[in-house]
C-alpha cells in the first residue's frame, strides 16, 4: 500500500485537494468520474509533471514525490500520447526502453507480437493511426518496466479487437511484474474487466 498526503494545487478557479488517499501496491486501480474532475491532473501531480510542493507519496519507504520525475519511474500513457512524430514507432519505444532497463528487447519482442506493432513498427509516428499510435505508446510506457502504470484513457482510440489485446497484455504485465497501475476510463467495460479497486473523484475531492 502507498499513501499519499497534502496533494493540493490549484488550477486556476479549479483546485484538486486530497488530504490522504491509500493505494493499492498492486493490481489495477481505476479513477472514475465526471471530465473535468481532477483525474488527469491527479496522475500529472504525482508523475511530478505538475508541480505540488506539500505532496507527499510514500511508496516501499520511499517518497516519491522528493524524486525527480525521471527517478519516480513511472510509466505514463497519456491521452495525447506525447509520441515523437520523426521518428519511428521502434524509435519511440527504444527510446523509452535504452534509459529504463537492459532487456527492453526482450520485452519489445512480446509487446510488438502482442499488440501487433510488425506490420508499423518502421512507420514514423506522424504516419500512424490513432489506434496505431496508441498502441505504440502503450509499448513506450510498458518496456520500462515502470515502478507503477499510469494510463490516461489508454484504449480510446481501439477497435474491439484491439481493445480486448491491449487490455490483455495490460494486464498480464501487470500481474506478471507486479506492477502497480492507475487507470483513467469511461469505458464500463474497462472498469469492469480490470479494476481491482474503483475510486471516484469529483471536483478535485475524492468521493466515499
Known amino acids: 500500500m502507498s499513501i499519499i498526503k497534502n496533494l493540493k494545487k490549484k488550477y486556476g478557479r479549479f483546485v484538486i485537494d486530497i488530504p490522504e488517499l491509500n493505494l493499492p501496491d498492486q493490481g489495477i486501480t481505476s479513477l472514475i468520474g465526471p471530465s473535468g474532475a481532477g483525474k488527469t491532473s491527479f496522475l500529472r501531480i504525482l508523475s511530478g509533471l505538475d508541480s505540488c510542493p506539500s505532496l507527499q507519496w510514500i ?43 537492459k532487456n527492453w528487447k526482450k520485452d519489445l519482442e512480446f509487446l510488438t507480437r502482442s499488440l501487433d506493432l510488425t506490420p508499423i513498427i518502421h512507420q514514423k509516428a506522424s504516419e500512424l493511426s490513432r489506434g496505431e499510435a496508441q498502441r505504440v505508446a502503450l509499448s513506450r510506457a510498458l518496456v520500462t518496466r515502470p515502478r507503477i502504470l499510469f494510463l490516461d484513457e489508454p484504449f ?53
Open 59 to 101: 511508496f516501499n519507504k520511499q517518497d516519491l514525490a522528493q524524486l525527480p520525475i525521471k527517478e519516480r519511474k513511472i510509466g505514463f500513457v497519456f491521452q495525447s500520447l506525447e509520441l515523437f512524430p520523426h521518428m519511428t514507432a521502434y524509435e519511440n519505444i527504444q527510446f523509452a526502453g535504452e534509459i529504463s532497463t
Open 156 to 208: 480510446s482510440s481501439l477497435d474491439d479487437e484491439n481493445r480486448k489485446k491491449a487490455s490483455s497484455i495490460v494486464q498480464q504485465m501487470v500481474e506478471h511484474y507486479k506492477i502497480p497501475a492507475l487507470l483513467i476510463s469511461h469505458h464500463s467495460e474497462d472498469i469492469k474487466n480490470l479494476s481491482q479497486k474503483v475510486i471516484k473523484i469529483q471536483n478535485g475531492k475524492i468521493q466515499k
